[in-house]
C-alpha cells in the first residue's frame, strides 16, 4: 500500500553522561547522551521501513542510500521527502536508480545546474514549480509524526547501559510500533490479517 515514503532521525536519551567545555559559560558542563535513530516510513500507514541506530554525533545524509535501499526490497518507492540534511548529489542519484523522485529542499546557497542530473532536475523543479515541490516535500511531516508516536507510546528515553543493549531497546520500540501499526491497518483499510509461517510445522503447533 506504501509508495510514498520520508526519512529523519531523532535522538533517545540514555542513561550516561558526557562532559564536553561551554563557550557560553566558559566551563565543563554535564549532558546526557542519546542514541540517534535513523528511520524511514511510509507516509500513509507510518509504518517503519527502514530504521538504522547511531552515536548522537553522527551526519545524516549517509544514512540515505542504505535505508533507502533497504526500503525499496518490500516495497515500490515512487518518491522520498527529507530534510535539507540529505542534500547531495549522490543521493539524489541513489534515488534515481530505485525508480524514486527525492523531494529534497535547496539550501539558499546552492548554485544554478544546467546539466541533465538528477539533481538538476530536482533543482529546476524546486525553483519553478516551488509550491508543487513542497506539497511534496511536506509529507515528510510524516516521520516526525512516527517518532512522536513512538516516544509517546513506548518512551523517549531507553535504560541500557552498553551499546548493544540500547541499540536492541530501540530497535525493540521500533517493532511495537510497527505490531500497533499493522494492526490499526488491519482495522481501518480492511487488510486480511496475516498469517505469519503458517506453513511453519513450529507455527502450527502454537495454539489458536
Known amino acids: 500500500m506504501e509508495s510514498q515514503f520520508a526519512i529523519d532521525s531523532s535522538g533517545f536519551s540514555t542513561s550516561r553522561f558526557v562532559k564536553w567545555f561551554n563557550k557560553k559559560y566558559g566551563r565543563e558542563t554535564d549532558n546526557r547522551e542519546w ?3 535513523h528511520l524511514v516510513c ?3 500507514t507510518h509504518i517503519v521501513t527502514a530504521v538504522d541506530i547511531s552515536g548522537w554525533a553522527a551526519n545524516d545524509s549517509p ?3 542504505p535505508l533507502l535501499e533497504s526500503t525499496a526490497r ?6 522520498i521527502s527529507a530534510d535539507k540534511g540529505y542534500l547531495s548529489h549522490s543521493n539524489a542519484d541513489a534515488a534515481a536508480r530505485l525508480g524514486a523522485v527525492p ?5 539558499v546557497n546552492t548554485f544554478p545546474v544546467n546539466d541533465d542530473s538528477n ?3 530536482m533543482y529546476h523543479w524546486f525553483m519553478f514549480n516551488r509550491e508543487n515541490f513542497l506539497t511534496h516535500y511536506h509529507r515528510r511531516s510524516n516521520v516526525e509524526t512516527v517518532f512522536s508516536m513512538v516516544k509517546a507510546k513506548f518512551g523517549d528515553a531507553i535504560r541500557s547501559k552498553d551499546d548493544t543493549g540500547q541499540i536492541n531497546e530501540v530497535l525493540c520500540k521500533v517493532l511495537c ?5 499493522l494492526v490499526q491497518s488491519i482495522h481501518e483499510l480492511g487488510i486480511e490479517a496475516p498469517t505469519f509461517c503458517a506453513e511453519s510445522s513450529v507455527a502450527q503447533k502454537v495454539p489458536a
Open 119 to 121: 539533481w538538476a532536475k
Open 63 to 65: 544514512y540515505f542510500k
Open 42 to 44: 511510509g507516509t500513509q
Open 177 to 181: 510500533h510497527n505490531i500497533c501499526v
Open 74 to 79: 518490500h516495497f515500490t518507492i515512487s518518491e
Open 35 to 37: 542514541v540517534k535513530v
Open 103 to 107: 523531494f529534497i529542499p535547496f539550501k
